[in-house]
């Protein structure tokens, strides 16, 4: 089976047009907010070392940017990574990759890039982060300095381990390279509950994959919570308050209902929250177990990754890798 064609082109031009607009700001705010997040990025990556034990890499080429330039950014980044075709006859996946991204865009407060580059690109998109810190009426500076944490991290674990991005990248592309074929059990479960979401549209063998790298996913963004919130009110004093008004709008979003339920179920957003919660329970409880370095193994080689079984079984993993 062939992967799909994409208007990778259309889809980057598209994109940025079908983002909704940010939060209103003046001039003078847009210009501190975009210093401001600078400035927490680089104050971030020492204390991230610090809290994860991991070396720190040279600091990686930090953006701040609106909506449209980091749905454009990841429109490149898909088409380096699932390595499909660029062509005219994928228009209609180009339109909607264009449109989901769009709708993405406007609840990312940061990303790591780390393929196509000598060294790993960190988006920070500052008017989601304007719209967060209003919303959750947090400090602003605390609330910067905590977004750039979880980011920082990400940008330690990619170093620790040099394979990793490639290993993604080649998961990711194998699975794009397959087309999507309809479990009959899926539908019959879809049609009995009356809904359907994207994941049902794969046999099990596609779905197999998609949950071992969601456990690779869980790990990361799990490992990147613990270490924003590991910091403490030393460096963030109000890192507490982030973390139980962060809870309550996750928690929110996850109760929506109608069209917003649609959207976040299209875009897998509740799945991502849960490997959130799942990821970091994991990487607590290792840490409880074998420590901080005994945790850090997890970094040495593709094999010492977690499994979907393991992410949900911290101890198994603990005895598979330390005996």
Same mark, same amino acid.
């Given at each position: ?76 980044? *898909? /088409?380096?990574?699932? &390595? #499909? !075709?660029?062509? $005219?006859? =994928? +228009? ?7 449109? %989901? ?100 549209? *794969? /046999?099990?063998?596609? &779905? #197999? !994959?998609?949950? $071992?790298? =969601? +456990? ?7 490992? %990147? ?99």
């Amino acid at each position: 089976m062939s992967a799909p064609a994409v208007d990778w082109d259309l889809a980057a031009r598209l994109a940025p047009t079908l983002v909704r607009p940010g939060p209103p700001s003046t001039l003078v705010e847009r210009a501190l907010l975009v210093e401001s997040l600078r400035s927490a990025a680089a104050t971030a990556l020492p204390h991230a070392a610090r809290v994860t034990g991991l070396e720190p890499p040279e600091a990686p080429q930090t953006l701040v940017v609106d909506r449209g330039t980091w749905a454009r950014a990841n429109v490149r980044a *898909l /088409h380096r990574v699932t &390595r #499909a !075709e660029r062509s $005219r006859r =994928g +228009a209609g996946t180009g339109i909607e990759l264009a449109g %989901a991204l769009a709708l993405l865009s406007g609840s990312v407060l940061g990303q790591v890039e780390p393929w196509g580059a000598d060294r790993p690109r960190l988006l920070l998109v500052a008017p989601n982060v304007l719209a967060t810190e209003r919303g959750l009426d947090v400090p602003p500076d605390d609330f910067r300095l905590w977004v750039a944490l979880h980011e920082q991290a990400h940008v330690l674990q990619f170093a620790a381990a040099p394979w990793l991005a490639g290993h993604l990248a080649d998961r990711v592309a194998a699975l794009w390279a397959q087309q999507p074929r309809v479990s009959p059990a899926a539908l019959a479960r879809a049609a009995r509950a009356r809904s359907l979401s994207p994941l049902d549209l *794969l /046999h099990p063998e596609q &779905r #197999a !994959e998609v949950d $071992r790298i =969601g +456990a690779v996913m869980s790990l990361l963004e799990g490992h %990147a919570d613990v270490a924003m919130d590991a910091v403490g009110t030393a460096v963030i004093p109000s890192v507490r308050l982030l973390r139980r008004r962060f809870g309550r709008r996750r928690a929110a979003g996850a109760r929506a209902t109608g069209l917003r339920r649609v959207v976040r179920t299209v875009l897998g957003v509740d799945v991502k929250m849960a490997q959130y919660a799942q990821g970091a329970a994991f990487v607590r409880t290792v840490r409880r177990r074998v420590g901080r370095d005994g945790l850090n193994a997890i970094w040495s080689a593709p094999d010492q990754l977690p499994s979907p079984a393991e992410i949900a079984d911290p101890a198994a993993w603990v005895r598979r890798v330390h005996g």
